[in-house]
């Protein structure tokens, strides 16, 4: 071997350390990143801004995912500061894993220190009502000061819903529509993001279709070899590349493909009151590999089928026999069922082995317990149902929010179907019909489901359910002094979801506070009015429409002064006025337009009637006009009339659906508005 000689040992030692100083003083790409982003000037009214979040999905052939997410956020203000103390990953352990692999403070002095693993605990997630066993993980950074950053990589496998409990391994992590891959991705927040990523490898015999909704991003899809050279797994935290990870989370193999979809530059959704959900027209991703709805409805049949969910034991055919015996009406029959599950199968929900998720629980186990979530109540009901000799199966829907075409999972509640006489499929909900005559909620009107019946089944929507099945009649007879005194009487009576919510302010009390609620109802009208009588039917028997009727005397309801007297009729203040009977009188009006949907709790008809007797004045000054209001999405018409000493009001408010468009907002808001008049528009009278 020829020897080196000293020149070119000393140019080798030169280079080298040239090298070697050139490499410690390349700058971190974090601080790079964190040094251009720039400080809370340039973020108006923003805690903290995302640098980056990445995710990068390998997905395996059955349907298991290996999830790596890497996040670099800074911190613009003390708010955020104390806000990102602490920062938590939830999970459910029977369906996914979750490891916290880094956590990193970018200290704004330029130093960098890594939170060792004594700062990160494991503990159950706060809970209400349903008590399934989530857990959270959560790293704990301490004191933070405003230009600092956090950095984490958050490893996860599994999936979002549990199925079966029991399995060893990654097995258990296996989704439960096993062999198929889907995700839901949010491209928007409620905080600045400089940029998101968002990758997925799925194995070339697997076609991922997707969307992007409502907006834009960056997409490719590359093919990656298809021999089985191992793609290179970045063991080492600190070189995992920031904005968008270029190695998968786990060991991969070649032959697969790659989905990219990126979007720079979000800015903080900002929302509108009483706006739709904002997945509904917020940017976002759906990707699946189901080919269709249909697939997902024979696949959520099949899987309680052969769990046998549905079963019907010897106590469900008695306690559904008894329940039925002498009744011969189809409605009936499914009526008293549906009520009977949804009064006495209470809402709560605790993990009880098989059966989470899309398996539903035998209709014995909850038969025996009394108690589950929704799709328990739904699977009780048809297994009662089925005892009764009807045809029944489970649905899926979105409470809330809108599904669209891609086949992703995008439920959160379980319903009932069962087949009438006439082929007719009939939606119920035993979880929302509790005091409430109807059997299917039309809060839950204009919204997506999906049957799990023999054959399959296309994604559905309900109807509207007309506002004429939602009244509330107000009728009222009094007389006004001329000491501005007011008696009279008015009667109430509601149908449909106006029904459910006068019925609720009653049944969310204890029985002996009944007689409280229409005192508490005129107090807020004055506090001197006396209750001479009241009158309401039983809350808790759904057979007719509630009715309240109240005989009532205020003393010094009307101003008086020496040459007129002011007062508006006690119907036209709406004295049943609280969030809960009259929820659309809290809209906010002082929106010209709107740029997104809005929705209402139910369609609804108000119709107001009342006749007042006045005393001996001369002539009404001022009695108050209002502009009639006609269109497809909500009305409204009000009119006084003066015939000697008799006084009439008339009023009608029309809604006529739950989900509008931002189209339809104009016309709503005028009729709204007209209705907010009538209840602050006095009349003048002279004596």
Partial sequence: MKRLSKLSVTLLVGLAFAASRAAAQTPDPNTVLLRATGDAKEYQNANVVVVYDSTDVDVKETGLSYVLIHRLTKILTSAGAKEYRRVAFGYDPLSAMVEIRLARIYHKD???????????????????????????????????????????????????????????????YIPPMRGEFYDIVEFWSSVPVKEKVYRVAVPKEKVLQYEFYNGEATSFVHFSPDDEKRVEVLT???????????????????????????????????????????????????????????????????????????????????????????????????????????????????????????????????????????????????????????????????????????????????????????????????????????????AEQQQEFLMGIPGGADLMTTPVSPAEKHYWKLNGVSTLTEDGTLEGSLTVVAEGQSDAAIRRAFTRNFISGWEEYIPRVMNDISPKAEILAQKFSDPVDLSTPMT????????????????????????????????????????????????????????????????????????????????????????????????????????????EKRVYKPEEWPGFRRALIERMKLTDSPLVLAK
């Fill in 236 to 442: 080492n935290a600190d070189r995992v590349a920031p904005r968008l990870i270029a190695s998968a989370p786990e060991k991969q193999t070649g032959g697969k493909t790659i989905y990219c979809w990126s979007k720079r530059d979000i800015t903080p959704f900002r929302q509108e009151p009483g706006m739709v959900a904002p997945s509904d027209v917020a940017p976002k991703l759906l990707v699946s590999t189901t080919r269709d709805w249909y697939a997902k409805s024979r696949w959520f049949h099949n899987v309680n089928e052969e769990y046998g969910s549905f079963a019907v034991t010897p106590e469900v055919k008695k306690k559904a026999d008894g329940l039925l015996a002498g009744v011969t009406d189809e409605m009936e029959k499914i009526s008293i069922l549906t009520h009977w599950v949804a009064e006495e199968v209470r809402y709560s929900g605790i993990s009880m082995g098989p059966g989470e998720g899309y398996t539903l629980h035998k209709g014995s186990m909850t038969y025996l317990d009394r108690c589950g979530v929704c799709k328990d109540k739904a699977g009780m009901l048809i297994t009662m149902l089925r005892a009764a000799g009807f045809q029944s199966y489970p649905a899926m829907t979105m409470a809330g929010s809108r599904i669209d075409r891609i086949p992703a999972d995008q439920f959160n509640h379980s319903v009932t179907v069962v087949k009438l006489s006439s082929g007719q499929w009939m939606l119920l909900d035993p979880t929302w019909v509790p005091g409430v005559r109807e059997l299917w909620s039309s």
């Fill in 110 to 172: 330029g130093t960098v220190e890594t939170v060792p693993a004594g700062r990160t605990c494991d503990y159950p997630a706060p809970a209400r009502a349903i008590y399934w066993g989530a857990r959270e993980k959560m790293v704990e950074f301490g004191r933070l000061e405003p230009g600092d950053a956090v950095e984490t990589i958050i490893f996860r496998k599994g999936f979002t819903y549990a199925l079966l409990a029991g399995e060893e391994g990654d097995d258990k």
């Fill in 548 to 655: 309240l009727t109240i005989t009532y005397r205020i003393p010094g309801y009307a101003t008086v002064t020496n040459d007129r007297i002011l007062f508006t009729p006690l119907l036209a203040r709406n004295p049943f006025g609280d969030r809960i009977m009259s929820p659309e009188m809290y809209t906010d009006t002082s929106l010209a337009s709107r740029l997104y949907g809005f929705r209402m709790r139910c369609s609804k008809l108000t119709q107001i009637h009342e006749t007042v007797t006045l005393p001996q004045y001369g002539k009404a000054l001022l009695i108050p006009r209002f502009a009639e209001v006609k269109g497809p999405c909500a009305g409204f018409t009000a009119a006084y009339e003066v015939e000697g000493t008799t006084l009439r009001l008339s009023a009608v408010h029309r809604m």
